[in-house]
């Protein structure tokens, strides 16, 4: 009863690669925690994970211990619905009838879909250009209110507003118009040594990125590593235009510290950039700390995972054909 008067929102993250910082303030620190004022939906995304070639023991294995992330990270299965994409068929199902209300030409100029088919040339498969309209499934199975996103998935839940108003337009009040959600920090983490890149969990380069799960000594020689800006200022200094790779550190630190920009440049006035890396590996390091044994400590309990994600992927299928349903009747499929 409670649930229904509730919001809800949905969110997941494909299981390409280990979960990254990025990957954490710019997503699940911001799902926690919402659960008193939400229905919240949260996913493996391992159906968005298959569209660039892979290996099949690395998403089996990535799939549960993003779980047991998630759980370390402060989403409690008891008042959020964990599930992974692929054991809700409706998936699916609703992704093909989403597909023939997409057109080619918004399909093409998704930046996802630039970027993977050019770093892919050999393997630009129809997954590729699709996945947009398997994403909006993931979205309107739930009929969410809100979507939080990163910065670069923005478009993703602009593509399926178009859909709704494109589908809504010809068969009426079908679908929820969702909105995206982007926490004004943390919205775009950037890798350490090149910040004009994002930092992406399939970048497998490793040059520049800090995992979730890294050693805290791995941490601290990637910020000690960062790149800052060859100015001569060398000042702690918010300017992404002129100084983006210490834009990228304030970010990070003004996320993991809750501290304004103001504060921080504050703090290091004067001090250049030798106090400032290792002070802001201290506070990652600090932070992941506790979520790192957490996630550890749940992974060593299969059973437990498994009775997780079978749990979630019941309520979340009991949603999911409720809209898949609707769906079906309104373009005229036969009932069974
Ligand atoms: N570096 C980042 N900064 C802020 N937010 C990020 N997200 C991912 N990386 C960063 C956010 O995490 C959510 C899930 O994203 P995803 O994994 O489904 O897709 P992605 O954005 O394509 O992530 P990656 O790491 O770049 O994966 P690959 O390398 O496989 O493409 C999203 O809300 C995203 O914004």
């Not at 969702?178 to 090149?194: H, Q, S, T, W």
């Not at 030798?274 to 506070?283: N, R, S, T, Y």
């Not at 957490?294 to 060593?300: D, N, T, V």
Request: net charge neutral.
């Amino acid at each position: 009863m409670e649930n229904q008067e509730k919001k809800v929102m949905l969110s997941g993250i494909k299981p390409s690669g280990d979960l990254t910082l990025g990957s954490y303030l710019g997503a699940i620190k911001n799902w926690g925690a919402r659960s008193e004022e939400f229905d919240c939906y949260y996913f493996m995304a391992d159906m968005h994970a298959i569209t660039v070639r892979h290996d099949p023991a690395a998403l089996r294995r990535r799939t549960l211990e993003q779980l047991a992330q998630y759980i370390a990270c402060g989403l409690d299965p008891e008042k959020n619905t964990l599930f992974v994409q692929s054991h809700v068929h409706q998936h699916a199902e609703l992704a093909w009838v989403l597909n023939c209300y997409a057109m080619f030409g918004e399909l093409s100029r998704m930046t996802q879909f630039k970027d993977k088919s050019a770093k892919n040339a050999e393997n630009i498969n129809g997954g590729l250009f699709t996945y947009p309209c398997l994403m909006a499934a993931d979205i309107l199975l739930y009929q969410p209110d809100v979507v939080p996103v990163g910065e670069d998935q923005k478009q993703h839940v602009e593509l399926t507003r178009n859909i709704v108003q494109r589908f809504n337009g010809i068969y009426g009040d079908v679908f929820k118009m969702p909105e995206p959600y982007v926490a004004k920090v943390g919205a775009r983490i950037m890798n350490l040594v090149d910040p004009k890149s994002k930092m992406s969990k399939s970048d497998d380069t490793n040059t520049g990125r800090v995992l979730l799960m890294d050693d805290p000594a791995v941490i601290m020689k990637q910020f000690k590593r960062a790149i800052t800006d060859s100015d001569t200022e060398r000042c702690v200094r918010y300017d992404p235009e002129e100084k983006p790779g210490v834009a990228n550190l304030m970010q990070i630190y003004a996320a993991t510290t809750g501290k304004s920009f103001d504060e921080i440049e504050k703090e290091f006035d004067g001090q250049g950039y030798g106090k400032f890396k290792p002070a802001v590996g201290e506070a990652v390091v600090e932070m992941l700390r506790p979520i790192q044994e957490e996630a550890r400590r749940i992974m060593a309990d299969k059973a437990y995972l498994e009775g997780v994600y079978r749990a979630g992927a019941e309520k979340a299928e009991y949603i999911a054909n409720k809209t898949l349903r609707k769906v079906y009747k309104k373009v005229g499929f036969l009932p069974r």
